[in-house]
């Protein structure tokens, strides 16, 4: 089969956004597909989603694909123009839950024919409760458990102290680096002399990723609502084997379910304002102090063996093939 991926979220200079998307289309094309990609860069500005359109509609004409897979609401604006070649979209997070990209993804997702959501609370946002489900996947050959005393060592850090992991760019808002430091100094409070990595810096290598979830005794997942679907470093982090404390987005409450030690955080009702945000932070300093106390791995690379990216891509590949039969 002959795919065009058509997404807003893709790595540029480095970075990692998107990277789950570029290893999804990896595992698709290890499983013998023809994948090819059409970026709406972030970097070009707006402007580029009607410049996109152009695009995808001459590599439509030109290409011969079986099937366009769009990832991200706001990207199915740009194949509008995809004429009849079936069309899926994956639906990640703020797609569906920030209202303003809601309208304009129900405004660019009219000729879908298979929508696939990251997590079932997606697809009751979208009101689609019996939606098709098909959460992001995790590279089990790079996310291979490594010993914690190596880790450190490599990246230079007290092989005694505890160690927090900051899960994200510090300069993502929605990713509560506030929150995390908060938690950080309650900690430090409790006499837990815990030290901060951040697991996303500029110019890293992927490969050094799997490094810090082996150095660190916890994953503290901050994140504010409404902007997650499936976060992939909570995914991560239990295939390597590290606790997480988390706050209740996404769907990390079905991902981490069955794995200890783990924590899922509720947010405190009337959310935003200065109380319930004292209230998060005592929350989640709660378990994390009890998991920093007495380290030890998780049992989630054997529970989250589904989530492996072979498995993934086969179910993507099956819904490639429906809709082209259909």
């Known amino acids: 089969m002959k795919i065009l991926v058509v997404t807003n979220l893709w790595p ?8 789950f998307v570029r290893e999804q289309v990896d595992a698709l094309r290890a499983l013998g597909l023809t994948v090819d990609v059409e970026v709406v860069a972030q970097s070009r500005g707006r402007a580029d989603y009607l410049l996109a359109a152009g695009r995808v509609r001459r590599r439509v004409r030109d290409g011969g694909y079986d099937v366009v897979h769009i990832h ?10 995809a004429g009849t070649v079936p069309q899926v979209l994956t639906l990640h997070g703020s797609d569906v839950q920030v209202p303003w990209q809601a309208r304009f993804t129900r405004l660019g997702a009219g000729r879908v ?28 050959g790079l996310f291979t458990p490594i010993d914690r005393a190596a880790a450190r060592e490599r990246l230079g850090l007290d092989p005694d ?12 808002v929605a990713k509560r680096y506030d929150v995390f430091q908060r938690v950080l100094d309650r900690l430090r409070e409790r006499g837990l002399p815990v ?6 810096e500029p110019g890293q290598a992927r490969a050094d990723v799997p490094l ?6 916890v994953l503290l997942f901050t994140s504010r609502q409404g902007h997650e679907g499936s976060p992939t470093v909570v995914k991560e982090a239990t295939v390597m084997g590290l606790p997480v404390v988390t706050t209740d987005v996404g769907d990390v409450a079905d991902i981490l379910g069955p794995i200890r030690p783990s924590a899922v955080v509720p947010f405190p009702p009337g959310w935003g304002t200065e109380e319930s945000v004292e209230h998060l932070v005592e929350a989640l300093t709660e378990p994390a102090a009890r998991i920093l106390r007495d380290p030890v791995r998780s049992d989630g690379r054997d529970h989250n063996a589904w989530l492996a990216a072979d498995r993934i891509a086969e179910r993507i590949a099956d819904v490639y093939r429906r809709v082209a039969a259909s």
């Open 72 to 81: 991200y609401g706001l990207a199915a604006l740009a194949a509008r123009l």
């Open 113 to 140: 024919a298979q929508r696939i959501y990251v997590s079932q609370r997606l697809a009751d946002a979208a009101g689609e409760p019996d939606g098709l489900v098909i959460p992001g996947a995790v590279d089990f």
């Open 212 to 217: 810090k979830f082996a150095a660190a005794d």
């Open 161 to 172: 102290r505890p160690v927090a992991l900051f899960g994200a760019n510090p300069a993502q």
């Open 195 to 200: 030290a901060e990595l951040v697991l996303a």
């Open 12 to 19: 540029e200079n480095g970075g990692y956004r998107g990277i």
